[in-house]
């Protein structure tokens, strides 16, 4: 290999070599093709976790988006898993607690229902069938903590708090309770029942 070069202001090289051979793919030989795998239960499982905090992401700019001061994620559950055509319709629903519309005071801090679902463009926020389009009727106050919820069927979900008992402080409440609440055809939920779990 010679290499030339020469000084100017600034210093310019090059190479010659002898040309090379390059091989021509015959196409007559066809190529091996490559199996197409299936995802794993593991990477399935990877793959829904990525969306379930995508979708706690939504949710949480949604809130912080409606509300005034810090609000809190109560929790989410998978709502809606069914497979419509090729696709598969995926959605979450979301328990928060925040002063919504930022009336101040203790007594507009509430618990509020968001749906979060997926579409070929990503995942968003359904506003027809959340707060507060929606109405929320018989959510245990926010002075007694909600810990959880779960779904129990296709339209209700099962809140669990803590209540104030008997003997209990203002500060403190003790008593386990659960409320289950319905969903109407409008899309609002009414609490149908309360109970000591």
């Known amino acids: 290999m010679n290499k030339l070069c020469s000084f100017s202001s600034l210093v310019f090289c090059f190479s010659l070599s002898a040309p090379q051979e390059f091989a021509i793919p015959d196409p007559t030989i066809s190529s091996p093709a490559v199996p197409v795998v299936a995802p794993t ?3 399935q499982a990877t793959r829904e976790l990525t969306l379930e ?7 949480d700019k949604y809130a912080d988006a409606l509300s005034c001061g810090q609000h809190e994620l109560i929790g989410q559950i998978p709502w809606n ?10 959605s979450w629903l979301v328990l928060w607690a925040a002063d919504l519309g930022c009336y101040g005071g203790s007594g507009s801090y509430a618990y509020q229902l968001t749906l979060v679902e997926k579409n ?19 959510m245990p106050s926010a002075k007694a903590p909600v810990k ?6 296709d339209d209700q ?5 803590i209540s104030y008992g008997p003997d209990d402080a203002r500060c403190c409440p003790s008593r386990p309770v659960a409320t289950i609440l319905q969903r109407d055809k409008q ?3 009414q609490a149908v029942n309360s109970q000591q779990p």
Do not use: D, H, Y
């Open 41 to 43: 239960v593991a990477e």
């Open 53 to 59: 905090q995508q979708a706690t992401e939504v949710a």
């Open 81 to 90: 898993t069914s497979t419509e055509g090729e696709g598969q319709m995926l």
């Open 120 to 138: 070929v463009g990503g995942l968003f926020v359904n506003a027809t069938a959340s707060s507060p389009v929606i109405r929320i009727k018989g």
């Open 148 to 153: 959880g919820f779960e779904k129990v069927a």
């Open 157 to 161: 979900v099962k809140i669990f708090g």
């Open 187 to 189: 899309g609002n939920w």
